[in-house]
């Protein structure tokens, strides 16, 4: 259940939201321009069952306050900072939506001891031209926010959204009208004024970005090229999501900022490794490999069973079809053996293995098929009574 709070954080009302159990890793959630921390209300549940989640209002969104602007993206990250200070979290994973996204980078690259991971949702470091947001700016003094809403929801969700969930879209609606013209306004011209790119560099953080594929602001290229500038970062597209992806696809993005924090690539790779290949196999391999041969275990673990086998794209009985017609192909009957018993834990039954192999004879050669026949039949022999 949350426990709402405000506190003054650099001379600012600020308005935040505490979930789950403080014993628990931090998580700072920071929303987009024109929402409130309500935009993480699909989320919610799901993280705070893992992590201490902190959300707060930007300035001039919500309850927070609105001093005058404009703001600088430096001014809205010491924002941040002040609030876990309050809170007295030394270090924390930051996920941030859109100008989020921008103020958790702010923080990682100038105080990088303080983030352990990140998550840049839909953002980039630099949104161009910077005269648009000052124009904008100048348009929510003279005539509100409220009065963007229809060009902004284009842009936030796509055609079929729209049409087809209009309580969510009131729900967004009454968050943006909530904002402050003045508040939106200075973090407007935040966004004016921000060039993120040169700092990248300096992020220690491991990062996922995530972009949706349907966003005209925060394009999958936008979040490609943002994803390479920085020393450490994966990069996910959720398909038939616009600028608010969270909202597009609220288990799916989820899932994807746990799995982020709940460790690097060699960490993620080791659990899979181990879920799909078992604890004795891999114990195995890793004794083997003590001094000699211990960087090539490291290796595989960080890329092929985390940054491969672990990615999103594909569930595991889908993966290990293609593995086990791919070793089939390819002769490669020692990594055949093992991999059939992963693919009954992963979920394919022995009729679907032989399956697998039988349409792997089509376009990998009979010979090699009928070899994996017989490695397949003497795994499943050892396994099955």
């Given at each position: 259940?949350?426990?709402?709070?405000?506190?003054?954080?650099?001379?600012i009302e600020l308005a935040y939201r505490l979930d789950g159990a403080r014993s628990r890793p931090a998580l700072v959630l920071v929303n987009s321009l024109g929402t409130t921390m309500d935009v993480w209300a699909p989320q919610l549940g799901s993280l705070a069952s893992e992590f201490f989640v902190v959300?707060?209002?930007?300035?001039?969104?919500?309850?927070?306050?609105?001093?005058?602007?404009?703001?600088?993206?430096?001014?809205?990250?010491?924002?941040?900072?002040?609030?876990?200070?309050?809170?007295?979290?030394?270090?924390?994973?930051?996920?941030?939506?859109?100008?989020?996204?921008?103020?958790?980078?702010?923080?990682?690259?100038?105080?990088?001891?303080?983030?352990?991971?990140?998550?840049?949702?839909?953002?980039?470091?630099?949104?161009?031209?910077?005269?648009?947001?000052?124009?904008?700016?100048?348009?929510?003094?003279?005539?509100?926010?409220?009065?963007?809403?229809?060009?902004?929801?284009?842009?936030?969700?796509t055609e079929p959204m729209r049409r087809e969930q209009p309580e969510l879209l009131a729900r967004v609606a009454a968050m943006l009208a909530s904002c402050d013209p003045e508040g939106y306004a200075g973090c407007c011209e935040a966004i004016a004024g921000a060039d993120l790119t040169a700092s990248l560099?300096?992020?220690?953080?491991?990062?996922?970005?995530?972009?949706?594929?349907?966003?005209?602001?925060?394009?999958?290229?936008?979040?490609?090229?943002?994803?390479?500038?920085?020393?450490?970062?994966?990069?996910?597209?959720?398909?038939?999501?616009?600028?608010?992806?969270?909202?597009?696809?609220?288990?799916?993005?989820?899932?994807?900022?746990?799995?982020?924090?709940?460790?690097?690539?060699?960490?993620?790779?080791?659990?899979?490794?181990?879920?799909?290949?078992?604890?004795?196999?891999?114990?195995?391999?890793?004794?083997?490999?003590?001094?000699?041969?211990?960087?090539?275990?490291?290796?595989?673990?960080?890329?092929?069973?985390?940054?491969?086998?672990?990615?999103?794209?594909?569930?595991?009985?889908?993966?290990?079809?293609?593995?086990?017609?791919?070793?089939?192909?390819?002769?490669?009957?020692?990594?055949?053996?093992?991999?059939?018993?992963?693919?009954?834990?992963?979920?394919?039954?022995?009729?679907?293995?032989?399956?697998?192999?039988?349409?792997?004879?089509?376009?990998?050669?009979?010979?090699?098929?009928?070899?994996?026949?017989?490695?397949?039949?003497?795994?499943?022999?050892?396994?099955?009574?």
């Amino acid at each position: 259940m949350s426990e709402s709070f405000t506190a003054t954080i650099n001379g600012i009302e600020l308005a935040y939201r505490l979930d789950g159990a403080r014993s628990r890793p931090a998580l700072v959630l920071v929303n987009s321009l024109g929402t409130t921390m309500d935009v993480w209300a699909p989320q919610l549940g799901s993280l705070a069952s893992e992590f201490f989640v902190v959300r707060f209002d930007l300035r001039g969104h919500g309850q927070t306050g609105a001093p005058g602007g404009p703001y600088r993206i430096e001014d809205l990250a010491d924002d941040l900072v002040g609030l876990i200070d309050h809170l007295g979290v030394e270090r924390a994973a930051i996920c941030g939506l859109s100008i989020g996204g921008m103020i958790a980078m702010s923080v990682a690259a100038r105080a990088p001891g303080r983030v352990g991971s990140l998550v840049l949702a839909c953002t980039a470091a630099q949104f161009s031209p910077p005269a648009a947001w000052d124009e904008r700016a100048a348009h929510v003094r003279a005539k509100g926010v409220a009065s963007l809403t229809d060009g902004l929801f284009a842009r936030w969700f796509t055609e079929p959204m729209r049409r087809e969930q209009p309580e969510l879209l009131a729900r967004v609606a009454a968050m943006l009208a909530s904002c402050d013209p003045e508040g939106y306004a200075g973090c407007c011209e935040a966004i004016a004024g921000a060039d993120l790119t040169a700092s990248l560099g300096a992020i220690e953080a491991p990062t996922l970005v995530i972009a949706g594929s349907e966003d005209p602001v925060s394009t999958p290229e936008t979040g490609l090229r943002l994803a390479q500038a920085i020393p450490v970062a994966d990069f996910s597209v959720l398909s038939g999501a616009a600028h608010l992806a969270n909202l597009a696809h609220p288990d799916r993005f989820a899932d994807l900022v746990a799995t982020h924090l709940r460790g690097g690539a060699r960490e993620r790779g080791m659990a899979v490794r181990r879920a799909v290949l078992g604890d004795a196999h891999v114990d195995r391999a890793l004794a083997a490999a003590e001094g000699f041969g211990g960087a090539f275990q490291e290796f595989i673990t960080a890329y092929a069973w985390g940054a491969v086998w672990g990615r999103p794209g594909l569930d595991r009985r889908t993966r290990s079809a293609i593995t086990l017609a791919m070793l089939s192909a390819l002769g490669r009957h020692e990594e055949l053996s093992f991999h059939v018993p992963a693919a009954l834990r992963n979920g394919l039954r022995g009729e679907e293995i032989e399956e697998v192999l039988v349409h792997s004879a089509v376009y990998g050669g009979v010979p090699a098929a009928n070899r994996a026949v017989a490695v397949a039949r003497e795994a499943l022999a050892r396994i099955e009574p």
